[in-house]
């Protein structure tokens, strides 16, 4: 089984240590803002994240996760700073080997397996067994020929999962995927995650979830008013946060 998931999931990359500075899975910002109009919505963002493990960005509402991952990944360009993978300034080679997934799951309006033939298909692969095993990969294989529009949040957020690993991506970037889904569907999600992250991906996600910063994340990243304040190992974050904004975040009251 291990295998089978592996041989999926894979990225195609030579060998890849977290030790290279060139390794495409880690991320660097140097003093990386974002100005909209005449508002500063992120700040001089310095941050170095490990080519392994899985990242979390924790804040509050408004602090600026989204824009922090949507930098990351050239959804948004900065507009001041600089965004590395490696060693590499950000380009479209690099964000061709990442996959985005969003709170709200994007699907076409056709049927499950068409919704990951079309990932595939991006990748110049057509492959229906490869297309069957990613949908058995995230539970979705009894569904293949239903209408995507149908499923369920939870089922929709695991066929978007589907289509970013049908990329084999060495990078995935997950913006609040579990927000607003049962428990069922969250423990699924993370399953699937831990998976890809076992296969070498690595994993950068934003989360308002302490309980799930526990059970997924290996660092923290804790942002606050468009600016990173902690980052750090998770345990530790989690047991003995550095400010006092990040403690009130953690303990649930109100953080403006
Ligand atoms: N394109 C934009 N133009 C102007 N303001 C923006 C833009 N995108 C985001 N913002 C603002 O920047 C701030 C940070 O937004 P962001 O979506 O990153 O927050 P967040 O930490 O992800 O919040 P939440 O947890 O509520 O999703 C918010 O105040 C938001 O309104």
Redesign the pocket.
């Known amino acids: 089984m291990r295998d089978a998931v592996e041989n999926i999931l894979t990225f195609d990359a030579a060998a890849t240590t977290a030790a290279r500075r060139d390794d495409p899975r880690a991320l660097t910002l140097r003093d990386v803002s974002l100005t909209?109009g005449d508002?500063a919505?992120v700040h001089g963002a310095n941050l170095t994240l490990n080519a392994e493990g899985i990242t979390m960005i924790m804040?509050p509402?408004?602090?600026?996760?989204?824009?922090?991952l949507k930098l990351a990944h050239g959804l948004t360009p900065a507009t001041g700073g600089q965004v590395l993978w490696g060693d590499t300034p950000l380009d479209d080679t690099a964000r061709r080997t990442q996959a985005m997934v969003f709170q709200k799951p994007v699907v076409l309006r056709r049927s499950v397996a068409a919704n990951v033939d079309f990932a595939l298909r991006a990748r110049g692969i057509r492959d229906a067994a490869r297309r069957d095993a990613l949908l058995d990969h995230v539970g979705l294989l009894g569904h293949a020929r239903q209408p995507a529009r149908l499923l369920s949040g939870g089922e929709q957020q695991r066929l978007a999962l589907a289509r970013a690993l049908a990329l084999k991506p060495k990078v995935m970037l997950l913006d609040?995927p579990t927000a607003s889904l049962d428990p069922a569907s969250v423990l699924k999600i993370e399953e699937i995650v831990q998976e890809a992250h076992s296969a070498g991906t690595k994993i950068i996600f934003?989360t308002?979830d302490p309980g799930q910063a526990g059970r997924l994340a290996d660092d923290i990243v804790f942002?606050h008013r468009?600016r990173v304040h902690e980052h750090g190992p998770a345990d530790l974050f989690l047991s003995r946060p550095e400010t006092q904004e990040a403690r009130d975040f953690l303990q649930g009251r109100i953080v403006v």
């Open positions: 909209v508002k919505l804040g509402n408004g602090a600026g996760k989204s824009l922090l609040e934003v308002h942002v468009g």
